[in-house]
C-alpha cells in the first residue's frame, strides 16, 4: 500500500459524511431544496494565454446556473500539475476539489485513493454517449474516476505558403520528410521542421511509426528496448543530423512554437491544443495558411498517441455535490460544443458531433478519424511515469549524448525497476 491511501480515506469519508449533514458556505452542499452553494476550485491545465480564456469563461458560466456556487479558478502549469495534484492530495489539505486530468495521470490518481468514484453521480451523465477510446482512460478496476473533457492526438502542421514557395508537397512517411525539408532549406532558406526533444511524448509517433510500443500490459512486458524501439530512436536521430529537422533539449514548446509562428520552419508535429496558440503567429494571421496533415508513417505504418483529458473529483473535496454538477457542465454536449468552436478541441460526447460548431470545424473534421485510429497509451497507474526515464535518453539520442542503443536499454532498465514483476 502506498504511503497516504489511508490518509486519503479517511478524509473523503468525512468529506462525504459532511456533505450528508450540510457545511458552511466554504464547503457547501445542497440544501433540501437541492439548491447547491459554497465553493469549487478547479485546477485547469489548459495553455496559458488562450485556451485558459475560454474554459475561465465556462467555468463563470456556470455560476450563472448556480448563484451561490463560487468557482475558484486556478491554471495550473501542465508540466506542474501532476505533482502538485499528488503532494496536495496526499497531504490531505489545499488540493482542489476538481482538476483537469492527462488522460494518463487518471488511473495514477485513482490507484493511489486520491479520486471519488464517479459511477452513479451526477458527474457522470449518460456515459454510453462517451467515444469509447475517450471513456478508457476514466477506468481503473471496473470503477470510473473521471469524465472524458476533450480527447486528441497528433498531426504534421505545416506553412502552406513555405510549401507553395518550395514547390513541396506535404511529406506521407519519414524518407519523404527528408526529401521535403531538404527541398524547402535549398529553394527556401528555411528548415524544414522543428522536433521537439525535451518531451517523449513527441517521440511516440515514432516508436508507434516502427511497430513498437513504451510496454505490453497483456504479458507484462517491457518493450521499448526492442528493436522497434531501437529503430525509432535512429529515425529520430537522422532526421537532426541529416538537417531535415532541428531540436533543442530545453523549452522545447515554446522554441517549436515561436519557429513555426514566425516562419522559421515550415512543419511541426503538434495536436488540435495548439490551434488556438498557432493562430496567434504572425505567419497564421489568415488561419487558412495553417495545413494539418497526418504525422508521416514509418517502416511500420502511421502512428500517432492517443491523449486528451479528464476531470476528476478529489476524494477528500468538502463539496462533492457541486463538484459532481460542475464536471457534468463542463463535460457537457453544449459546452464541449462551445470549447470546439472557441478552440478547435475535439468533443469527447458522440452527441457533440452533431452540433453545428462541431460538425463545419475544419480542424475537428482533420483529427476526428485521426482520433479513432490513434494508439492508445497503457492505461495502468505507472503510464504517466513512464515518460520521465524517456525523455531522458531521448533528448540524449537528439544531442548525441547517447546511442540509440544504449538509450534504449537504459530506458528499459528503468521501466523494469518501476514496474515490478515485468519481463
Not at 513527441?202 to 517491457?222: Q, T
Not at 512543419?267 to 494539418?292: R, S
Request: charged share 25%; net charge neutral.
Amino acid at each position: 500500500m502506498r504511503r497516504g491511501i489511508t490518509a486519503t480515506a479517511l478524509v473523503a469519508a468525512l468529506a462525504l459524511a459532511a456533505t450528508a449533514c450540510g457545511s458552511d458556505d466554504e464547503g457547501g452542499t445542497s440544501n433540501g431544496s437541492g439548491e447547491l452553494s459554497g465553493t469549487v476550485t478547479w485546477w485547469d491545465t489548459s495553455t496559458a494565454g488562450s485556451e485558459d480564456k475560454v474554459f475561465k469563461k465556462l467555468a463563470e458560466d456556470f455560476t450563472k446556473q448556480h448563484s451561490k456556487v463560487k468557482i475558484k479558478y486556478v491554471n495550473v502549469p501542465f508540466g506542474d500539475a501532476q505533482n502538485k495534484f499528488k503532494n496536495a492530495a496526499q497531504s490531505g489539505s489545499d488540493a482542489p476539489d476538481v482538476i483537469r486530468s492527462e488522460v494518463a495521470w487518471t488511473p495514477e490518481f485513482a490507484d493511489l485513493g486520491y479520486l471519488a468514484p464517479l459511477d452513479g453521480t451526477p458527474a457522470l451523465k449518460n456515459p454510453d454517449d462517451f467515444l469509447k477510446q475517450a471513456a478508457a482512460s476514466t477506468k481503473y478496476k471496473d470503477k470510473t474516476y473521471a469524465v472524458p473533457q476533450v480527447i486528441d492526438s497528433m498531426g504534421i502542421f505545416y506553412n502552406k505558403k513555405i510549401f507553395k514557395e518550395a514547390g513541396a508537397e506535404v511529406p506521407k512517411t519519414v524518407g519523404e520528410l527528408k526529401t521535403v525539408s531538404k527541398k524547402i532549406k535549398d529553394k527556401t532558406g528555411k528548415t524544414g521542421m522543428y522536433l521537439r526533444g525535451d518531451d517523449a511524448y513527441w517521440f511516440l509517433s515514432f516508436l508507434y511509426g516502427e511497430g513498437g510500443d513504451m510496454v505490453e500490459p497483456g504479458n507484462k512486458s517491457v518493450t521499448i528496448d526492442n528493436p522497434a524501439g531501437v529503430k525509432a530512436m535512429k529515425v529520430v536521430k537522422d532526421l537532426v543530423e541529416s538537417g531535415a529537422a532541428q531540436t533543442d533539449a530545453t523549452d522545447g514548446w515554446e522554441n517549436m512554437q515561436a519557429s513555426f509562428k514566425d516562419g522559421k520552419v515550415a512543419m511541426i508535429i503538434n495536436g488540435p491544443w495548439a490551434v488556438a496558440d498557432t493562430y496567434t503567429g504572425k505567419e497564421f494571421k489568415d488561419k487558412a495558411n495553417l495545413g494539418v496533415a497526418p504525422v508521416p508513417a514509418g517502416s511500420a505504418g502511421q502512428g500517432a498517441p492517443q491523449g486528451g483529458h479528464n476531470l476528476a473529483v478529489y476524494a477528500g473535496s468538502k463539496n462533492l455535490d457541486a463538484s459532481y454538477a460542475f464536471v457534468d457542465y463542463m463535460t457537457s454536449a453544449d459546452t464541449q460544443a462551445k470549447v470546439t468552436k472557441e478552440l478547435s478541441l475535439l468533443p469527447t460526447r458522440t452527441s457533440a458531433y452533431a452540433k453545428p460548431d462541431v460538425i463545419d470545424n475544419e480542424i475537428v473534421g482533420f483529427f476526428k478519424p485521426v482520433v479513432e485510429t490513434a494508439v492508445e497509451r497503457p492505461w495502468i497507474p505507472e503510464t504517466g511515469s513512464l515518460f520521465a526515464p524517456l525523455v531522458t535518453e531521448y533528448t540524449k539520442v537528439l544531442t548525441g549524448q547517447a546511442t540509440p542503443e544504449k538509450a534504449v536499454k537504459t530506458t528499459g532498465d528503468s521501466y523494469r525497476k518501476l514496474l515490478k514483476g515485468w519481463k
